[in-house]
């Protein structure tokens, strides 16, 4: 036992004397290579001070998590803005639904005989007077009453000039009473002739050497039109609608199973499928008494409590009972993306133009929007179109020129 503790004793010693001979060694033998690694350190410090002095002042990395867009890629990928709203998502919720002007509220303007059009004075989305002109045309049928209307009167010239020698000979006494009396009759019947024939071409409308001048009856919009000179008028076809675009409604299409669910006054709220982001409240006003046959729907009239200057006739809509319960925040598909496994929507971010993923959680999916369970409140701003291309961006893609690099 003795012998071996010696041994280990020993070997322990003689290495420890070998490495501290190997430090001594190393230092002695190359005391300009410690200096030159003492310089190697601080030029390394001093690299990376300037490197961290030069990113903190450059700051050309994008924030991480960002889509930085110019003004011209917003152009180009068409991304839209706008607000979380609360929307019926359940199958029954919403109804379908068509933009209608209020007849009472519409006129028609036309022709009532054969013609051509000679000037068209006003164009399509014009706003209009009552009494303004808006084209004037050349009728065959005008032009034949104002040659039968100078006929007769010349012919109740003649009359005229009869009854009043008839006149004069039974006042001197030389003449009957019988010519007197049949001359006055002459007369009387021309002049309703005239008049007959006038009555007529008034229904035409105004006559300015020959032209016939269409007016407008009402203010409003020239929503329709059919007149271009040079082509012939039709009775059938209106050359001019004219509208009121405050005196709007919507017509709802109720299906058989839900119409326990709908009364008059009950309120609602309107949605169009051309613009999302439109809300708008108002009340249904009148219900249809039947059915109809074909689609087995009860047809319902809503009065909007302030029509928007972009609603357009025969515009698609949804109608949502305002009262039904299960109204849930929603948002367009369009502005819903899935980023790393992750459901977001983009929300604007502090820069102009910028926009930042936001996680969401969602729900029920229904005429094109998507429920939001959860990382927004209604009102919230959001894209509402172009999540997609916003995710293409954040991917490492470009959108034109305005994709931050």
């Known amino acids: ?32 290579a410690g200096e030159h690694g003492e310089e190697h350190e601080e030029a390394h410090d001093e690299h990376e001070g300037e490197a961290a002095e030069g990113h ?31 929307r019926a998502m359940s199958g029954g919720g919403a109804f379908p639904a068509e933009i209608a002007f209020d007849p009472s509220g519409t ?26 002109l808006l084209a004037t045309l050349v009728s065959t049928d005008v032009a034949d009453l104002e040659g039968q209307l100078a ?32 001359a006055r009759a002459a007369v009387a019947t021309l002049r309703a002739e005239v008049a007959g024939i006038r009555r007529r071409l008034a229904v035409f409308g105004p006559q300015v050497e020959g032209l016939v001048a269409l007016k407008a009856p009402i203010s409003g919009i020239v929503a329709g039109m059919h007149a271009v000179v040079g082509e012939s008028a039709r009775a059938d076809e209106p050359a001019f609608t004219i509208t009121d675009p405050a005196r709007i409604f919507v017509e709802v299409f109720i299906p058989e199973l839900d119409i326990a669910r709908v009364a008059v006054g009950a309120a609602v709220v309107v949605r169009t499928h051309a613009y999302p982001e439109m809300a708008l409240a108002g009340h249904i006003a009148v219900i249809a008494p ?29 109608v949502e009972l305002d009262a039904m319960e299960g109204r849930s925040i929603a948002v367009p598909a369009d502005g819903v993306a899935v980023v790393q496994g992750q459901d977001v929507v983009f929300v604007p971010g502090k820069e102009a133009n910028s926009f930042v993923p936001k996680p969401v959680r969602l729900g029920r999916r229904s005429s094109g929007y998507v429920e939001i369970l959860a990382g927004l409140d209604e009102g919230d701003t959001v894209v509402v179109h172009g999540g997609f291309v916003l995710k293409s961006a954040l991917s490492g893609g470009s959108i034109s020129e305005g994709h931050a690099h």
């Open 290 to 318: 039947s059915l109809d046959h074909a689609t087995r729907s009860l047809s319902a009239r809503v009065v909007l409590d302030a029509p928007d200057i972009r609603l357009r006739g025969n515009m698609f809509a949804m």
């Open 56 to 86: 903190e002042e450059g700051h050309d990395e994008p924030d991480e998590g960002v889509v930085h867009l110019s003004a011209e890629a917003m152009t180009v990928s068409e991304i839209r803005v706008g607000t979380a709203t609360r």
């Open 107 to 132: 006129a028609h303007v036309s022709s009532l005989g054969g013609g051509r059009f000679a000037s068209v004075d006003t164009k399509l989305g014009d706003v209009v007077e009552p009494g303004q």
């Open 151 to 182: 006929h007769a009167k010349a012919r109740l010239r003649g009359a005229e000039a009869e009854s009043r020698r008839n006149a004069m000979l039974v006042k001197e006494g030389v003449g009957p009473e019988r010519g007197l009396v049949d």
């Open 1 to 32: 036992m003795n012998s071996n503790r010696f041994v280990l004793c020993l070997g322990v010693a003689f290495g420890i004397l070998v490495g501290l001979g190997g430090c001594g060694s190393n230092e002695a033998a190359s005391p300009v």
